[in-house]
């Protein structure tokens, strides 16, 4: 079972931006997705944005995201790493959220939680206003 290791949250105020991380334990292009999802206290788990890590080559990279995140986000992969990586600009303190990383087969172009299956710990961001 991959593991998955999240990284990059913290604490900035409205407007700024940061890049989280998610490190595999294996070669990303053995899942046919990885995805990033946020879940604030007392809300469910928000799908933010997924990438095509695997599968045929034609569509490795095509990246799907939430609707709070298109226009703002950018989620890209880097193979020689295994890791992922969300670059968040213009942060909101609305996004303020503990972000997940997690794998899915086929399915997982559809943002769908319960598609996904291995799940890393998790990294806190904080926007202030």
């Known amino acids: 079972q991959v593991q998955l290791v999240e990284s990059g949250g913290g604490s900035v105020k409205a407007g700024g931006a940061l890049r989280l991380a998610c490190a595999a334990s294996?070669?990303?292009?053995?899942?046919?997705?990885m995805g990033w999802f946020r879940q604030a206290p007392g809300k469910g788990r928000e799908g933010v944005a997924c990438?095509?890590?695997?599968?045929?080559?034609?569509?490795?990279?095509?990246?799907y995201y939430g609707q709070s995140a298109q226009g703002r986000f950018t989620i890209s992969q880097d193979n020689a790493k295994n890791t992922i990586y969300l670059q968040m600009n213009s942060l909101k303190p609305d996004d303020s959220a503990m972000y997940y990383c997690?794998?899915?087969?086929?399915?997982?172009?559809?943002?769908?939680?319960?598609?996904?299956?291995?799940w890393g710990q998790g990294t806190q961001v904080t926007v202030s206003a």
């Open positions: 997690a794998t899915a087969g086929l399915d997982g172009g559809d943002l769908n939680a319960q598609d996904y299956t291995n």
């Open positions: 294996e070669d990303i292009r053995n899942n046919y997705y």
């Open positions: 990438i095509r890590t695997g599968g045929s080559r034609l569509f490795r990279g095509n990246n």
